[in-house]
């Protein structure tokens, strides 16, 4: 990947990060003036956890589309951002912390391959 694709990435994972916390923030601040909508708007919120792991998945996958030589290197930080999800949210019993134990254990995992797999 050239460095103008990564920045691009960056920048647009970045922006949709920014919008997938801020659209909720100014939905939920003109939904509560409005008390008829707040069963779609409390439903709408409640998705935004399970949309964001499922968007550190479809990242994560992502790398899994170019197959390189050393599946390794690709498989093994996913399944464990997974599996760092999994053990989060079922420790803490929360979502959030179910997410940055994901991030985590994946970060943890590219970094010990790079360091003495690689």
Do not use: C
């Not at 939905?27 to 935004?48: C, K, V, Y």
């Not at 499922?54 to 599996?83: I, M, Q, Y």
């Amino acid at each position: 990947m050239s460095t103008s694709t990564l920045l691009w990435v960056v920048l647009f994972s970045g922006v949709g990060t920014f919008l997938i916390r801020l659209i909720p923030m100014i939905w939920q601040d003109r939904g509560s003036m409005n008390t008829a909508r707040h069963g779609r708007l409390r439903r709408a919120l409640d998705a935004i956890g399970p949309a964001a792991i499922v968007a550190l998945l479809v990242v994560s996958f992502w790398g899994l589309v170019n197959v390189r030589e050393d599946a390794v290197a690709t498989v093994v930080p996913v399944v464990a951002g997974v599996l760092g999800v999994m053990a989060g949210k079922a420790w803490l019993n929360t979502i959030a912390w179910g997410t940055l134990a994901g991030v985590l254990a994946y970060g943890a995992t590219v970094w010990a391959l790079t360091k003495w797999w690689l």
